[in-house]
C-alpha cells in the first residue's frame, strides 16, 4: 500500500511511471488509494482552472459511417442504425443557440462519413468563425489525409478529437476490422499536433479483452503524445453489436484513471463524459472529483439524439441537455464548481 502511495506522489512530481507501475497500481488500487489520488487530482486542476468547469456543445452532425468498429451502434455493418445527416442550416443553427446558451467551444462530432469532404467542411468551418468569432471550434470526424486535417485548420477549426481507442497494436485490431490501421490512427495523432491542433486522445474503460496492461499502455501513450485533451468513458455494450452481452466498464476504474491522467498531464482539458454519466445517475460530479474539468453537453437537435446511437441508453436529456445550463450549473455547484463560459483552451493555445 505504501508503495502505492509512493508511486502517486511520484506522478504527482511529474515523474513517468513504467507499464508494470501502471499495470499494478491498476490491480492493487483500493478505495483508500483512490482517495488519495483524488485529493492530489483535486488539487492540481483546483491549481491550474479554481474552480471552474469548462462547457462545450456537442453537435453530432452525421450518423453514417463507413467504419465498422466492433463495439459501436453506428458502425457501417448494423442494418438497425438510424441515419441522419444534419445540413450546414442545422448545423448552423446548432452553433448559433448555442453561443446564446453560454457555450464558446462548438464539438462537431460524426461517423465517417464521405458526404462531409473538405469541399463542405471548409466553407462551413469558415462561416460559423464569421459568425462566432470568439469561440472555438472542435472537430471530432475520424480519420482523413495530413492534407485534409491541414486544410481544414487553415478554415479555423481549432481543435480535433480522436481518441486512439487502444495503444497496444493487438487490442487495437481485435476491436476494430482489419481495413482499420492502428498505424494510421497514431499517424494522424501526430499530424494533427504537428499542424497546431490542440489534440484530444483517449479510449474506453472496461473494453472487451481489455486487460490493466492495455491500460498500462493506454497511459504510457498519452504520456508520450502528451495530448491537450483526453477523452475516456467507460464500455457500455449496445444491443446491435456483438458485444451486445458483455459488461459495461466500471465507474470507479474509469474515475481512478481520470485521477492518474490528472496527475499525469496536469493542464490536460479532461471530460467526464456523457458514458461516465450514462452509467452512473452522479458520474459526471464523481469525474468532477477524480480530477475532470470539462462537460460537454448535447447541442444536436433534440430530433436526432436517439439516432446518433454509440451505445445503449446514451444520455442526451437532463443535465446532458446543453439547453438545461442551469440544471448542470446546479449539479456543479453542489460539489463546489462551476460551469463557465470561457473557451477553455489549452495553455499556450487559442487564436
Ligand atoms: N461504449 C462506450 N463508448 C463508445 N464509443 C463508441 N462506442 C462505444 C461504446 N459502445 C466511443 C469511442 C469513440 C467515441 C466517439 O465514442 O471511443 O471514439
Redesign the pocket.
Known amino acids: 500500500m505504501s508503495a502505492h502511495i509512493q508511486w502517486i506522489d511520484r506522478l504527482h512530481r511529474g515523474e513517468v511511471l513504467s507499464a508494470g507501475e501502471f499495470a499494478e497500481l491498476i490491480d492493487r488500487r483500493t478505495p483508500e488509494l483512490s482517495e488519495y489520488l483524488f485529493s492530489l487530482a483535486r488539487r492540481v486542476s483546483r491549481a491550474r482552472f479554481g474552480n471552474q468547469i469548462f462547457t462545450r456543445g456537442l453537435i453530432e452532425i452525421s450518423s453514417f459511417c463507413k467504419n465498422n468498429c466492433r463495439?459501436?451502434?453506428i458502425r457501417r455493418g448494423n442494418p438497425n442504425a438510424q441515419r441522419y445527416r444534419l445540413s450546414e442550416e442545422e448545423i448552423l443553427c446548432c452553433c448559433d443557440m448555442g453561443e446564446r446558451l453560454g457555450y464558446k467551444t462548438f464539438v462537431l462530432q460524426g461517423g465517417e462519413d464521405a458526404f462531409f469532404t473538405d469541399g463542405r467542411l471548409i466553407p462551413l468551418i469558415q462561416e460559423i468563425k464569421r459568425r462566432h468569432p470568439d469561440c472555438a471550434l472542435t472537430l471530432s470526424l475520424g480519420e482523413r489525409s495530413r492534407e485534409s486535417y491541414q486544410a481544414l485548420f487553415d478554415a479555423g477549426a481549432d481543435r480535433y478529437l480522436l481518441?486512439h481507442?487502444a495503444a497496444d497494436p493487438q487490442l487495437y485490431r481485435a476491436l476494430h476490422p482489419p481495413e482499420m490501421e492502428w498505424e494510421n490512427r497514431v499517424r494522424c495523432l501526430y499530424d494533427l499536433k504537428e499542424i497546431g491542433y490542440q489534440v484530444g486522445a483517449g479510449f474506453?474503460v472496461g473494453a472487451p479483452g481489455q486487460t490493466s496492461r492495455h491500460l498500462a499502455r493506454d497511459l504510457c501513450f498519452l504520456a508520450e503524445l502528451k495530448p491537450q485533451m483526453v477523452g475516456i468513458?467507460?464500455?457500455?455494450?449496445?444491443h446491435d453489436t456483438e458485444y451486445r452481452d458483455r459488461p459495461a466498464g466500471s465507474v470507479e476504474l474509469t474515475l481512478f484513471l481520470l485521477g492518474l491522467i490528472r496527475l499525469m498531464l496536469p493542464d490536460v482539458l479532461l471530460p467526464a463524459t456523457t458514458?461516465l454519466g450514462t452509467v452512473c445517475p452522479d458520474g459526471r460530479e464523481r469525474g468532477v472529483l477524480a480530477g475532470a474539468n470539462v462537460v460537454m453537453p448535447n447541442l444536436s437537435p433534440a430530433e436526432v439524439r436517439k439516432k446518433y446511437s454509440?451505445?445503449d441508453n446514451k444520455l442526451s436529456t437532463g443535465a446532458e441537455d446543453a439547453g438545461h445550463w442551469s440544471e448542470l450549473q446546479a449539479r456543479m455547484q453542489a460539489i463546489g464548481y462551476e460551469l463557465t463560459s470561457q473557451r477553455g483552451d489549452a495553455p499556450g493555445y487559442g487564436r
Open positions: 463495439y459501436c451502434g481518441r481507442e474506453m468513458g467507460p464500455f457500455v455494450p449496445h458514458a454509440l451505445y
